[in-house]
């Protein structure tokens, strides 16, 4: 896909640090298609783009929502779209990507933290479209905190709303319970969130988990860098990887590019196929089984463990 210009008709306060934008395209053409569980890639200035997933309406050609909360400790993307930015500035969206798809099930749990309510909602909405089996649980730090409650609150018992202040740490075993063929969870939210179901569902199928995350995992202190060799087995050459910079960047300076977006490990953009070698997986993007293939690598952040990788570039 390629990029596009759209233009921010309104930006609204969903809750206290969220402020949601609606971009609308001036020539009046349709958005490209997307499905609940998609994002945008923003971006914000050369060389910085963020993604977002969409709230909106799917079925709503002719608008995209997405929300923001304003980091404390901001990378630079939610301070520049809550403080420098206006209705009517024009936004650059690098492509609409779906990495967190709805799959069919029988039973389909949501499991929302904070701002990670915003790809869930579309799910919650197109689930009871559809007339399938779903539930939610929200989890925030306050109920001030947390956006959509409002949208939400139409869908009744199925979704159970449960700030910290009030009640405390998410039931996370109540609410999953025990696996069973044809449930599965999407998790989406802060980190400590994320851990906690993926402990809980540690024993389950890959497939039964699904997770988003939009920060990169941090990586265990104590880890020194090291040089190591790429070589791209298409083009015939080998690319020396110096301990401090990643594959991406010294591919680029010998002139060969491979598309990045969010350059962190998250988005998926920069997936590239391994052909040999053992690669040391920074990124939050690969599930487990990915990895455990060995057969693609995020060059964007991720390194080796052997002396050379070998890319099919
Ligand atoms: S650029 Fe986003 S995962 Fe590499």
Redesign the pocket.
């Known amino acids: 896909m390629t990029a596009f210009t759209a233009r921010i008709a309104e930006i609204r306060t969903e809750a206290s640090g969220v402020k949601s934008f609606v971009l609308q395209r001036d020539s009046g053409a349709d958005f490209p298609e997307w499905q609940p569980g998609a994002h945008i890639d923003v971006v914000l200035a050369p060389g910085l783009s963020r993604q977002y997933s969409l709230c909106g309406d799917p079925a709503d050609r002719q608008m995209l929502n997405f929300a923001v909360l304003r980091e404390p400790a901001s990378r630079g993307g939610s301070e520049r779209l809550h403080d420098a930015v206006a209705p009517g500035d024009t936004l650059t969206i690098e492509a609409i990507r779906n990495n967190f798809p709805l799959v069919a099930a029988e039973e389909t749990l949501l499991i929302a933290g904070g701002i990670g309510i915003t790809p869930l909602l579309t799910m919650a909405e197109a689930l009871d479209r559809q007339g399938k089996r779903w539930r939610m649980l929200y989890g925030g730090r306050t109920g001030g905190s947390m956006a959509y409650l409002e949208r939400l609150a139409r869908h009744g018992e199925n979704v159970a709303v449960r700030p910290e202040d009030a009640h405390g740490l998410l039931d996370l075993a109540g609410f999953i319970g025990a696996y069973r063929p044809g449930k599965v969870v999407y998790c989406c939210g802060p980190e400590p969130l994320i851990k906690a179901v993926e402990a809980w569902c540690a024993s389950w199928p890959e497939d039964a988990l699904q997770i988003e995350r939009f920060r990169p995992k941090e990586q265990a202190p104590g880890i020194i860098d090291s040089a190591f060799e790429v070589e791209l087995k298409r083009k015939g050459i080998v690319v020396a990887v110096p301990a401090d910079q990643t594959i991406?960047d010294a591919l680029e300076a010998v002139g060969v590019h491979i598309p990045?977006?969010?350059?962190?490990?998250?988005?998926?953009?920069?997936?590239t196929k391994l052909l040999d070698g053992e690669p040391d997986h920074r990124?939050s993007?690969l599930r487990p089984k990915q990895r455990a293939e060995g057969k693609r690598i995020?060059?964007?952040?991720s390194r080796a463990l052997s002396p050379r990788l070998v890319l099919d570039v």
Do not use: L, P, Q
């Open positions: 991406a990045r977006s969010c350059n962190e490990g998250t988005c998926g953009t920069c997936v990124d993007f995020m060059v964007c952040c």
